[in-house]
């Protein structure tokens, strides 16, 4: 199945290893500028939404999913999980990639590693409030996040795939609404539909 994200608002999808970077938190892209995001991640914000989904059902007492719950994203020490979600890239991935490659080639000053990532990101200034309303010495952080109205898509496989399995993780993926570091504070909202 193939699953499909796009960003409603700006999104910190981070990167754990810090490269030399002038943002104090900076986005994940490929060798020639292109954002992803990694199918780690999604599967992390995948699992959160599918254990809402499954105590909602508990409150409601229709139906139990935990058992569906433990055979798609495993249960500590005991089972392996049967999903596997691939990194989400942009929208037609393969062909960007070939056009930018293609004007580099042609040497076009334009399509520079830089300049991809700029068209895709913008850069968010935040400071620590004291008490009195005066922002705090040396906290002014900057983030470079992706702009809102990006679509990335990506595969998800699930090993023996059947009707409850199917449901749950059309359940969660419905409710999936954001991702991302902070995602608490207005960042990262999204819209994640899946497509057979």
Same mark, same amino acid.
């Given at each position: 199945?193939?699953?499909?994200?796009?960003?409603?608002?700006?999104?910190?999808?981070?990167?754990?290893?810090?490269?030399?970077?002038?943002?104090?938190?900076?986005?994940?892209y490929d060798d020639i500028g292109l954002p992803y995001i990694?199918?780690?991640?999604?599967?992390?914000v995948l699992?959160? &939404? *599918? !254990?809402? #989904?499954?105590?909602? +059902?508990?409150?409601?007492?229709? /139906?139990?999913?935990?058992?569906?719950?433990?055979?798609?994203?495993?249960?500590?020490?005991?089972?392996? &999980? *049967? !999903?596997? #979600?691939?990194?989400? +890239?942009?929208?037609?991935?393969? /062909?960007?990639?070939?056009?930018?490659?293609?004007?580099?080639?042609?040497?076009?000053?334009?399509?520079?590693k830089e300049n991809i990532i700029d068209a895709c990101t913008t850069v968010r200034y935040q400071t620590k409030i004291d008490d009195t309303g005066v922002a705090e010495e040396h906290s002014l952080r900057n983030s470079r996040v992706l702009r809102k109205e990006l679509v990335f898509e990506g595969y998800i496989k699930v090993e023996n795939i059947n009707s409850e399995t199917e449901n749950l993780l059309n359940l969660a993926v419905s409710n999936m609404r954001r991702i991302g570091a902070k995602r608490n504070r207005g960042f990262g909202k999204i819209r994640a539909t899946i497509i057979k």
């Open positions: 199945m193939k699953l499909r994200i796009k960003t409603l608002s700006d999104a910190l999808v981070s990167s754990n290893d810090k490269p030399i970077s002038i943002y104090d938190n900076d986005i994940i990694p199918g780690k991640r999604i599967k992390g699992k959160e &939404s *599918a !254990l809402e #989904i499954v105590e909602m +059902y508990e409150l409601s007492g229709k /139906q139990d999913f935990l058992e569906v719950f433990n055979l798609l994203f495993g249960s500590c020490g005991y089972q392996q &999980s *049967a !999903l596997a #979600i691939n990194n989400l +890239y942009i929208e037609d991935y393969e /062909q960007v990639k070939s056009i930018i490659l293609g004007k580099r080639h042609e040497n076009n000053n334009l399509f520079t």
